[in-house]
């Protein structure tokens, strides 16, 4: 078992990067992480801290949205990634699954996943279909009806199905618990952790919901306002004093009320 | 069969054939529309543009030939060749691609994640550039355009009809012209063969991904400057369809572009987004002016067919703004 996720081979590298989008908004301001072989990293933080836009670096989603990594380097496998286009990344095996899920809303569910596999082809894609609803046998019964239409739950599904199909070796997972009804998050994060088991896909996760997220990953990463301010093994995280109150909403003194929010920011100030 | 219900019937034959045309312009919209939000003006100039094409190449003209006879001191015109219509088109189909290539290469690569005013702003400058290039290329005369289509009335289906008037009554048949009949076969064709392309290809079904979320199509490998040429090209060969047909009918000329003015009624009724709304937009446009100006157009001083294709559209833009068969926005509560 990967305990502290941190095993000798390390397949992606991300090396004190810095994003500027549209030439003048500093968002990352050096952050670099290291993702091992078969491991759940996770990369954890509020909103606006930069987990997203670290994903997007790596899988250089960047470009079209006027993004563009100034600094530091990205190794996957030891090779350099920038400059690559998305297409490029996924034929390396990586690929994103973008937060807020995005389905093709008026193609079938079907369609949906075999969309992703639009890099290969042969015979194999129709093997994969049938392991993608081996692992979400409710797609398997929507098959037919349009994306649009089929609940949040189900359009996570889509999203992670799809990108499956494309024969990953990493998924940059974002935000999967988003807008999703609590037991819905617990079996959302359940399958990933079977693909992460069974099929041996590393995943890096970005999550705001650092309970569940520290609960499936082995490893943790913080970031506060564009830089990596704490990270160690999930279960250390877990324990750590500051990280229970300031990300999990406990302290010493079991839960932590709102009356002590102004103490929160005050304290919170030695993180970044 | 009563006189009157076979006039009727001959002008919405008439209209349904006239719309066929239509349908063919929007077409050429939708598909741009669809897949990267941009709504191309160009799209009657590339008609015009591919007609102008097909002419020059089959008569062996020079292009440029006025640029480099005035640069060169030369009097070079001709080849001296003429190419069949067969080959012609080819040829034409080449440069149309070729003309999506350098579209999306020089001016909407740039333009990725712009404001959609801007990208049609951009498609207003690619029209008057394309003009300006056809004009350049071919030279600005009116051609006529011999691909070898059969023109006048039908006399097999004249003759056929006019025995369908009742006993004793002067009838003389209906006048169906040839050219639309072929135009109409020809739609037809192209509108199924782009359906099943869209429907059961790999490319097809990643179109209408990236039509559906450009991120998402992007996220999973697709690549969009692929796509987009592709996109182009399709609606290219669209406009080359639509240039011939309206070129074999009334010469290949500047005006030949204004068609796509009538194409925006027949997409605000069909719908931006949707390619059976293009057909049945067209149809009911044709057949709507043409019945129009038979029943009513006399009452009201004749030449209804102008406006009555916006009127109607603007009814649509009132009541139902999506089209009839516009993609409703799904959103989930």
Known sequence: MLDAGHTE??????????VIYNHVILVLKGVSLSVPKGGITALLGGNGAGKTTTLKAISSLLQSERGEVTKGSIHYRGERLEGLDPAGLVKKG???VMEGRHCFEHLTVEENLLTGAYTRSGAEVARDLEMVYEYFPRLRERRKSQAGYTSGG?????????????KPETILLDEPSMGLAPQLVEEIFGIVKSLNENEGVTFLLAEQNTNVALRYAH??????????????????LRENPDVKEFYLGMSDDGRKSFRDVRSYRRRKRWLS | MPVAFLNFMEVTMNGLMAGVLYALVALGFVLIYKASGIFNYAQGVMALFSALTLVGIMEGQVPFSHLINALLGTEIHHFGWHINAFFGILFTMVVMVGLAYCVQRFVFRHLVGQEPIILFMATIGLA???????????????????????????FAIEDLTATWAAEGERYYGMYIDQLDIVATVVAAILVIALVLFAQYTKQGRAMRAVADDHQAALS???SLNFIWVLVWSLAGFVAIVAGVMWGAKSGVQFSLSLIALKALPVLMLGGFTSIPGAIVGG????????????????MLGGATENWFAYVLALLFLVFRPQGLFGEKIIERV
């Open chain 1, 154 to 166: 189900e359009q996570q599904m889509v999203a992670i199905g799809r990108a499956l199909m494309s």
């Open chain 2, 220 to 222: 999973v490998g697709i």
């Open chain 2, 128 to 154: 008057y550039f394309m003009e300006g290039l056809g004009d350049l290329m071919w030279g600005s005369d009116i051609k006529t355009l011999a691909v070898g289509l059969p023109q006048g009335g039908s």
């Open chain 1, 9 to 18: 081979e390390a397949l992606l590298e991300v090396n004190n990067i810095e």
């Open chain 1, 219 to 236: 490893y943790g990463y913080i970031l506060e306002s564009g830089r990596i301010v704490m990270d160690g093994p999930a279960a250390d």
């Open chain 1, 94 to 96: 990586v690929i994103q």
């Open chain 2, 283 to 298: 149809l009911i446009i044709g057949v709507g002016e043409k019945l129009f100006e038979y029943q009513f157009g006399p």
